[in-house]
């Protein structure tokens, strides 16, 4: 399968500051990969050399063959770009923006629309109304529409779920798999670990350094002791229990339990004993499988700090 993204041996500083180090991946032509990390793991910093926007300290960005650098004038007519931050005008109503995209681009917004329908049909109601008055999840339509507008063959979509409502994440996410059977190769940053399941594949990264790369299927495979979901009402003491005892490992509170791992002597019933011990008679000890964030904290372990 041919490429549509390959970056060799990036690194990129800040003054001293080192966002990201040794940073190599590719990613295939129609393929929705994912870059999953918390803030700070420099997934914003690649995301703007990926679009052209910074030239990275070392190393080489090519997207459809074109070089980041060399080549940004051809690339920008091909890469449609939405950045983490709303970055539209927001004293211009929807339909101003939208015309001005379509402008900037020699295109226009009938020319392209059957693209854009699914997701500029929710705005359109409101295409008289300023940028700046849209909700969160208008906004966030917006901005797709307007780095769509010139049918990309790539879109760089840097965090465009934060802050918004559980529902429009999950409407937004719909809209990507209906792009990419367009044929559009999308590229997107999140903090949020369940959708990274969304993804074809996935990157992890902390510290500006790639954790693992594989589909989110055999990321979650790559997990690498049994893992156990600890329950008690009191969550709180139960957490302060499990740090206490010596066969529980790497207690992490996940909604209504805590996750753990056990030493090679210990076992679920030997964990309920020492918890019942502890006063804290009931809890349970149930083996899950792990997600993709529990694979995460593994790696993030195995780092040195």
């Not at 006063?279 to 372990?301: N, S």
């Amino acid at each position: 399968m041919s490429k549509a993204i390959e970056a060799y041996n990036i690194t990129h500083r800040y003054g001293k500051i080192t966002a990201l180090e040794d940073f190599s991946f590719s990613v295939d032509t129609n393929e929705l990969f994912g870059f999953i990390g918390h803030d700070g793991a420099g997934k914003t910093t690649l995301f703007r050399i990926a679009a052209t926007l910074i030239i990275p300290s070392e190393g080489k960005v090519t997207l459809l063959g074109l070089d980041t650098v060399k080549d940004y004038r051809d690339l920008r007519c091909r890469i449609g770009y939405m950045p983490g931050r709303f970055s539209l005008y927001q004293d211009l109503t929807v339909q101003e923006n939208i015309n001005f995209y379509a402008t900037i681009f020699g295109t226009s917004l009938s020319e392209n629309y059957n693209l854009i329908e699914p997701i500029y049909k929710q705005i359109e109601p409101f295409k008289k109304r300023l940028a700046g008055k849209l909700s969160g999840g208008m906004k966030q339509k917006l901005a797709l529409s307007c780095a769509l507008i010139h049918k990309p063959d790539i879109l760089i979509l840097d965090e465009p779920t934060t802050g918004v409502d559980a529902v429009s994440r999950v409407e937004f996410w719909e809209m990507l798999a209906g792009l990419k059977k367009e044929g559009i190769t999308i590229i997107v940053s999140t903090p949020y670990m369940d959708e990274a399941l969304r993804c074809d594949r996935i990157a992890l990264i902390q510290s500006g350094k790639m954790l693992g790369i594989d589909t989110p299927g055999n990321i979650r495979k790559s997990y690498s002791r049994k893992l156990y979901a600890v329950k008690h009402p009191d969550k709180y003491k139960l957490l302060l229990a499990l740090r206490s005892i010596p066969c529980a490992l790497s207690p992490e509170p996940f909604g209504d339990s805590i996750h753990v791992t056990l030493t090679k002597e210990g076992t679920p019933q030997i964990l309920e004993s020492s918890l019942a011990a502890a006063g804290l008679a009931g809890a349970t000890v149930e083996e899950i499988v792990p997600g993709i964030e529990d694979v995460f904290l593994e790696l993030m372990q195995r780092e040195p700090r």
